[in-house]
């Protein structure tokens, strides 16, 4: 194992943590809102380790595959530590660290979930970090390090392979770097257009940032307990249905878009499945809740039901309504829509839509088979034939996805926790979506959760930002004493 180029990119990483952590202590010295103090220690300590681990460790062998995997793994765990301490110096969890590290966990896996029970008293500088490790986990911080890496002797396509989420790998450039890049220059151009958008809505610079980071990292931690509805303005929701649409989009495509290449976008079978599932979400939804006896007249319904689906099926996780309250119908398509999620290549979360595409033409290809068992068949995706490989891949993932959900739902249940809620949080984490149903609904929280429950629902978030095999070989060939070296 190469522990050198391990230690040194968690270095590394640590090293941009703490350079971040800049952005939130000059809001909180701005807004004199008392947690400064706080962000120089967690500062100081992040950059210290961060330094010894880069200067200390210089690998003299090429990254492996699965080292890769083990330093994108080690590399989110070391950032939801580290990134936890102004929660811990500051007091506001009463020093609680498993409560720190599920708060920001869950930043940087973009779940939105919070064990927060009233976001608008929390100090300003700890609000802007919470959303802004969102929007650093989003895009991922391995690829910033990726960025650098080059520069230090060390190969980064290793990494580029286990962070960049999805069974099919648009790298858009020849080289990692270049594509990673591409990558954040379109994702900070995304970030000014709605920060500026939302500051003509009426927000401050302050709140406008806070809301955008949810929206592209389709994070959800918004700056109000109401989340979105707290505005109370259809200008507001629409700006960020746009924005969370975008972000639940392949990146790819927008670099298509960029470069003029409208065909291209238009074709691609994973965005025009994207719009149809969202489409017929959104008409199914209105319908529901505008013949229930909620009272919303149809434009209302569409509204509130229009929001929601873009939120849940891009696993952004803001709410404007309480869907806890709409009909049974309702509230279970949002949670089928919960197991979809975005598009691959977005930064999204959930199982990704071009694996339902596949998992689906695969069932209809065996069906076939049993059928006409002489014949020959292969799949497609639109004019693309999907090699053997891809669709096993698929497949072992969508099992290993449904029976993780499963295990952690019977944990859950195990901790003496209602079944709605159990089933739902597990969805919501493992899916990286934040609220659920239940006990964890649209207008609610995580707090009531045991530490031990906490501990798995962190893992959970964990799993579902790495897509499961980056955690499944760090924990397998650290726990496995002959395959360690």
Known sequence: MNWKAIFKVQGIILIILAISMCLPLAFSIYYASGDAMDFLLSIGITLIVGLIL????????????????????????SAAIFGALPFYFNGVFDGNFI??????????????????????????????????????????????????????????????????????????????????MILWLIYIGLTVMETIMLMFGGMDLFTALCQTFGTLATGGFSTL???????????????????????????????????????????????????????????????????SDLGYNFWTSLRYASFQVVSITTTTGYATANFELWPTFSKVLLILLMFIGGSAGSTGGGMKQIRIMI?????????????????????????EYVKEHVVNNVIAFIILFVGLFAIITLFLAFRGYDIVTSFSASIATLSNIGPG??????????????????????FSMLLGRLELYSVIIMIYYLFNPKKIH
């Open 359 to 383: 998992g689906g033409k695969f069932v209809a290809k065996e069906i076939r088979k049993l059928t006409y068992p002489n014949a020959l068949f292969t799949l497609k995706i639109g004019k």
């Open 225 to 291: 307990n109401a989340s979105i509805a707290g505005f109370d303005s259809l200008y507001i929701e629409m700006v960020i249905l746009v924005f969370m649409f975008l972000a639940g989009t392949n990146f790819a495509l927008h670099f298509f878009l960029i470069q003029g290449r409208l065909g291209e976008i238009i074709k691609n079978r994973e965005w025009q499945f994207y719009i149809s599932v969202l489409v017929i979400a959104i008409l199914l939804i209105s319908l529901s809740i505008f013949k």
């Open 54 to 77: 880069t200067v200390s460790f210089n690998p003299d062998k090429p990254l492996r595959t699965r080292e890769g995997f083990i330093i994108v793994s080690l590399g989110w765990i």
């Open 437 to 458: 149903l239940a006990r964890v609904g649209a207008i609610e929280n995580y707090a009531f959760f045991d530490n031990i429950s906490k501990v798995v629902l962190i």
């Open 99 to 180: 409560n720190c590290v599920f708060e920001t966990m869950s930043g940087f896996t973009t779940t939105g979930a919070t064990v927060l029970t009233n976001i608008e008293i929390v100090p300003k500088g700890l609000l802007f970090w919470r959303s802004l490790t969102h929007w650093l986990g989003g895009m991922g911080i391995i690829l910033l390090a990726i960025i650098i890496l080059p520069a230090l002797g060390l190969s980064s396509t290793q990494l580029f392979r286990a962070e960049v989420p999805g069974p099919t790998k648009d790298k858009i450039s020849p080289k990692v770097k270049n594509t990673a």
